[in-house]
């Protein structure tokens, strides 16, 4: 059913595109510096087993998150008509931790890991859980352009993430107690942050007569009405997630988790682009969503080329800074255990390939289009997963990295198929 648009936009007024998107980068440059440093913390205090167990456990618990949470932040965010309650996408939302909790439990009864490796996958599913619900708090924040409460969280999150995993790691040796130290700070910024900032915003918003509460609403009809609506772009960031997880687990199997405890440190350098990238697509999403909404189709396709550009700068500055100094990068960084100089370059080649396509990808959201997603990332996928399995084994990290290159040409091209036929219809 289809409230009326709120009318308390004029009452909680959102911060410019420029202002949230200097927010969004901020937070995002400082919580993703955070998850290097934790990187660093287990390379440093730990080894490459110890990377390869966590990043194994991600690669489990994540893609069954990413499905299960629909994308209902960007669903919400992009929701300029105001279709849905709050209520009702955080209603749906936990439901669907829920369920991601449970089939992440029947995953590791079913796969057969050693005790460490199944506790260090629940612990790690328990915590994107409770992610998952500080994220649909962030969603109506983002919804209403207040990205700068969305980036004190995330700040506050990352710095307590830092030093509860480095301080555990280092008096304990124990992954599992670094994931549990993880677990427990983010259901504190949860309690103690996202929800006293979200009831504040939706206070303000009742009071200018909107309809809106921090309660979940459970109306059967309304969620599964919602569910099917977002179940297209839950299916595509579940196959995103796992595209991401797919080499890692072929490494695991093939080449052991020392290697992909390698593969995984020399991975995360990517996240320098990928922050900006994310952080320009989140803010820049409720605007595109706008646009397209108005039929502002040239302001929609100049603003989406923009960020197109961007991500093109930053992959060719990627792969020039990977050609000059990528050795020493690794050595300085990681250690001389971790150096292989010519994964990194073509990494960060792929890498630039991939910003292009997740800029597409907010491009197809904001337009709405959420059921073409799914073949593209069925291809994308299935690309990925024969690629792995054809050079993994033969060519090791090497393979990994072609099948990462691969996968990112298939998603930019149909990304780019997409985007065109958007804007002409």
């Avoid at 995984?264 to 996240?271: H, S």
Wanted: charged letters at 10%; hydrophobic letters at 55%.
């Amino acid at each position: 059913m289809r409230s009326q648009r709120a009318p308390s936009d004029e009452l909680v007024r959102g911060l410019s595109l420029r202002a949230n998107v200097s927010w969004a980068f901020a937070s995002n440059v400082f919580y993703a510096a955070c998850q290097w440093g934790m990187l660093l913390a287990l390379a440093r205090l730990g080894n490459p087993e110890m990377i390869g167990q966590f990043t194994l456990a991600l690669a489990v618990a994540t893609p069954v998150v990413s499905l299960c949470n629909l994308q209902l932040r960007n669903v919400q965010a992009t929701d300029a008509r105001r279709d849905h309650r709050f209520s009702d996408y955080l209603g749906l939302r936990l439901v669907t931790v829920v369920v991601g909790l449970l089939v992440t439990v029947s995953i590791v009864v079913l796969s057969g890991y050693d005790h460490t490796l199944a506790a260090v996958v629940l612990v790690v599913g328990l915590s994107k859980g409770l992610e998952a619900v500080s994220d649909i708090i962030h969603g109506v924040l983002q919804q209403h352009e207040r990205m700068d409460q969305v980036a004190a969280s995330v700040l506050i999150k990352g710095f307590l993430s830092l030093v509860a995993l480095s301080v555990t790691v280092h008096l304990t040796g124990s992954i599992l107690s670094g994931v549990i130290s993880l677990a427990a700070v983010w259901a504190a910024v949860l309690l103690g942050y996202d929800l006293r900032v979200g009831r504040s915003l939706l206070n303000a918003l009742a009071l200018s007569g909107a309809d809106v509460s921090l309660r979940p609403r459970w109306d059967g009809r309304t969620l599964t009405g919602l569910a099917w609506r977002a179940l297209p772009l839950g299916l595509v960031s579940g196959l995103i997630s796992l595209n991401a997880s797919i080499p890692s687990y072929f490494i695991a199997h093939y080449l052991g988790r020392y290697e992909l405890g390698v593969f995984a440190a020399i991975a995360y350098l990517e996240r320098a682009e990928s922050i900006v990238v994310n952080a320009l697509g989140a803010s820049a999403s409720p605007r595109l969503s706008k646009l397209y909404a108005v039929r502002d189709i040239p302001a929609f396709r100049t603003l989406l080329l923009a960020m197109v550009g961007v991500g093109t700068l930053l992959g060719a500055g990627g792969v020039l800074l990977s050609l000059i100094a990528g050795q020493d990068i690794l050595v300085l960084l990681y250690g001389h255990e971790y150096l292989r100089y010519d994964i990194f370059v073509w990494f960060m080649v792929a890498v630039g390939l991939a910003n292009v396509g997740f800029f597409l990808g907010y491009g197809m959201t904001a337009a709405r289009y959420f059921r073409v997603q799914l073949p593209l990332f069925v291809l994308i996928t299935s690309v990925t997963a024969l690629a792995s399995a054809w050079l993994i084994p033969t060519a090791g990290l090497r393979g990994a990295v072609a099948a990462v290159l691969i996968a990112s040409a298939v998603q930019t091209l149909g990304g780019t198929a997409v985007i065109i036929y958007a804007c002409r219809r």
